[in-house]
């Protein structure tokens, strides 16, 4: 359970953020002094990774959406970092604005609604590397799924990859990070940087700046844990020569080749893939559903990836956790507690993401205590 103290200073930032949306950010820039009593990261079961924030609960990629998953006890926080037209890198998934802004309702915007290619397929919309950073911040982000709370829509703006940081850095107990490196071909391919830098420099740069570095479980790491994640394989192995911090290889559907070397799903899944790819990274996220296949909403026998995975001493934080029953497989009879134990007894994973941190954190919490 959170704490009363942390309980409290959720609260207050979240009505903070409401009540101030429309001036300056109310929450904290980066904390200049270190607090040597802060909580440390718990490195003793499944990592609780906190999807775009409480997601479940907040808009996703918001402040408030992270300040609630810390709250609610999040090991990491999880972000999907992309780029403005004037190169500021912030935090959002989509690269159209469409979906969980309201930018159709901003006339001044309606010329650069536009057609581009992503990955083959011709993708219209607003593009969030057609607008600076000033224009991105007069947009107010909603709920991606109508089924979820709306009374936050149009409360919260965009932020910036450094506002991020920001939160987990003044957080009341050691928070990690977990940022993607999201569609870098087409970043690279519509925003360009000074002397020739990619949006991958940028990146590394942004978390060297605050003080991110150091191998997994490292003196460093522990201090300021992150986790660099990215389905671009070319785009792990690339940061690898300018930082040790610990990289993840996301690996979508079985569907679904690499956005950057259109390798399919069992190419790189498998054991010579997995061999040459634990030289950059130290574990795969992969979907859930491509580890263990449903047919009808019935789980079916899982593959052996994970083991797989374990026998290259590679962690395994599959994607996503979703607590509503358009998400639950029938096995799991509604119970979101009943799919945390199977991932996390049975299949053996390393870390979850998840759109419902506070449900996680309850789980492990009441099983930790019947185990000890």
């Known amino acids: 359970m959170a704490s009363s103290y942390l309980a409290g200073f959720g609260h207050i930032v ?62 990491f926080i999880e972000t999907d970092i992309l780029a403005s037209k004037d190169g ?68 919260f703006k965009i932020i910036s990859f450094e506002e991020f940081i920001a939160i987990a850095l003044d957080a009341p107990r050691v928070v990690g990070i977990y940022p993607e490196i999201k569609d870098p071909v087409f970043i690279n391919n519509h925003v360009k940087w ?28 522990l201090k300021q844990p992150v986790f660099i994640q990215s389905f671009a394989p070319t785009s792990l192995i690339y940061i690898s020569n300018f930082t040790n911090s610990p990289k993840i290889l ?3 559907g079985v569907t679904f080749p690499t956005q950057d070397t259109n390798q399919t799903y069992w190419e790189i899944t498998s054991d010579s893939y997995l061999s040459f790819i ?26 052996d990836l994970v083991a797989k995975a374990h026998a290259h001493n590679l962690q395994v934080h599959p994607y996503t956790y979703r607590n509503e029953n358009q998400f639950l497989h029938f096995n799991f009879h509604q119970d979101p507690y009943a799919e945390y134990n199977y991932w996390i007894n049975k299949i053996g994973v390393d870390g979850l993401f998840t759109d419902f941190t506070g449900s996680l954190h309850d789980f492990q919490e009441w099983t930790s205590r019947l185990s000890g």
């Open 14 to 75: 979240l009505v903070s953020l409401i009540v101030g949306c429309g001036g300056r950010p109310l929450y904290p820039l980066p904390s200049k002094l270190v607090d040597t009593d802060r909580m440390p990261l718990q490195t003793s079961r499944p990592y609780n990774i906190a999807h775009r924030g409480s997601n479940g609960e907040l808009p996703e990629e918001t402040a408030a959406a992270y300040m609630r998953a810390i709250e609610e006890g999040a090991d």
């Open 250 to 252: 996301l690996i979508a």
């Open 88 to 155: 500021v890198l912030v935090c959002f998934h989509d690269v159209i604005l469409d979906l969980t802004t309201d930018i159709a309702q901003h006339k001044e915007f309606a010329d650069r609604r536009t057609t581009y290619e992503i990955q083959g397929f011709n993708i219209t919309g607003w593009f969030i590397v057609d607008f600076k950073l000033e224009e991105l911040k007069t947009l107010r982000v909603k709920q991606r799924y109508e089924f979820r709370d709306q009374q936050y829509n149009g409360k």
């Open 278 to 303: 634990k030289q950059h990274v130290v574990g795969i996220g992969p979907d859930k559903d491509s580890v263990v296949p449903a047919v009808n909403g019935y789980l079916q026998t899982p593959i």
């Open 194 to 221: 000074a002397g020739g830098k990619r949006f991958e420099d940028q990146f590394v740069a942004t978390l060297k700046k605050y003080g991110y570095g150091g191998s997994y479980l490292s003196e460093d790491w």
